[in-house]
């Protein structure tokens, strides 16, 4: 089974910046792709920023030119760097991972943004 873990997030002022880590247990080579969604309360869960295995990457309008998803084979972990944070991007941060008939999530990171 594939375990997604994932680090950072916490109280952030608005304006500032943060950085997610997500741990897989394997190969980020054995996936098709790997992203961040988030999910604010009442909301539905929202793709964020996905990366796929050849590294083209897909953002939300909402985030683009403030957010960066990266990735680090050597230690099979995708990063979310968010810059000039807001309010709105307040929420709870998933990772994914994605495979043909398989779809793999973490625990979820809180991320709250201060005005």
């Known amino acids: 089974q594939v375990q997604l873990v994932e680090s950072g997030g916490g109280l952030v002022q608005a304006g500032g910046s943060s950085r997610l880590s997500c741990a897989a247990s394997?190969?980020?080579?054995?996936?098709?792709?790997m992203g961040w969604y988030r999910q604010a309360p009442g909301k539905q869960r929202e793709l964020v920023a996905a990366?796929?295995?050849?590294?083209?990457?897909n953002y939300a309008d909402s985030v683009k030119g403030r957010f960066t998803i990266s990735r680090d084979h050597a230690k099979n972990t995708v990063y979310l760097q968010m810059n000039s944070l807001k309010p709105e991007d307040t929420a709870v941060y998933y990772c994914?991972?994605?495979?043909?008939?398989?779809?793999?999530w973490g625990q979820g990171t809180q991320v709250t943004v201060s005005s």
């Open positions: 994914n991972a994605y495979r043909v008939y398989a779809d793999y």
């Open positions: 990366v796929t295995s050849v590294g083209s990457t």
């Open positions: 394997e190969s980020l080579f054995s996936f098709r792709s």
